[in-house]
């Protein structure tokens, strides 16, 4: 049953890194890690700017701070979250516990799931607060414009990993339901459906106690001699 649970071989074999290299979710795994980098990093090097305006610096995003706060915090949590699964999927399918993998495939749903949402979320703010940008000296446009392109990737990318994630959900739900089979009630079992008869015991199987004699037959009393 738990041979290819959740889309993973039988627990126990060896670690085969180049299968695990080509398989999509690493490579999409990997690519989010990348494009989180380059948002959260970009938005800390070059997202806060200097106006002449003013004394203090301010987010390049028409001097919202909320956006490049946005923008750094969600992508250093993503950051973070590939790494983490990165390490699960690698372990996966030594796990021989099925409902240790449906815990992490879930986990793995929603979590890619929230963070798709999150990342067309940031892309939308950035996009409209940069459209609104005016002052623009002193500032990085490319910059600007590549954490705007790389979180619209960052959208599709986990998309994508909300894909694999519910697919692999799926096949899993899908193994259980056709491979289970109650223990009562399957007639291939090697096990024999009842025990033997208990042996009755009747008088053959009866064996006499070696003290029955001496009991039936008591010899005469001996008076004690004084």
């Known amino acids: 049953m738990e041979t290819g649970a959740y889309g993973a071989s039988l627990a126990g074999g060896a670690f085969d ?30 997202g806060y700017v200097n106006p002449s305006t003013k004394s203090e610096t301010k987010c390049m995003y028409n001097e919202n701070d909320s956006a490049c706060g946005y923008g750094v915090g969600v992508g250093v949590l993503a950051f973070l979250a590939c790494v983490a699964f990165i390490i699960m999927d690698a372990n996966f399918p030594q796990m021989s516990n099925a409902k240790d993998r449906k815990y992490i495939v879930i986990a793995d749903l929603v979590f890619s799931g929230a963070w798709t949402f999150l990342w067309f979320v940031c892309f939308c703010v950035l996009a409209n607060q940069w459209s609104h940008t005016i002052d623009t000296k002193g500032i990085a446009a490319d910059a600007a414009q590549a954490v705007v392109a790389f979180s619209f990737f960052s959208i599709i990318t986990w998309a994508l990993l909300t894909y694999f994630a519910y697919k692999r959900y799926h096949q899993g739900v ?18 024999p459906p009842t025990y ?31």
């Open 17 to 46: 890194f180049m299968s695990f290299v080509k398989q999509p979710q690493t490579i999409l795994r990997f690519l989010s890690w990348i494009f989180s980098i380059i948002v959260f990093a970009t938005i800390t090097a070059e």
């Open 174 to 191: 899908s193994d259980f339901d056709q491979g289970y089979t109650d223990p009562a009630n399957d007639q291939n079992t090697p096990y």
């Open 196 to 226: 033997p008869p208990y042996p009755s015991s009747g008088t053959d199987g009866y064996q006499q106690s070696p003290f029955a004699q001496s009991q039936e037959r008591p010899g005469e009393y001996q008076p004690p001699a004084y």
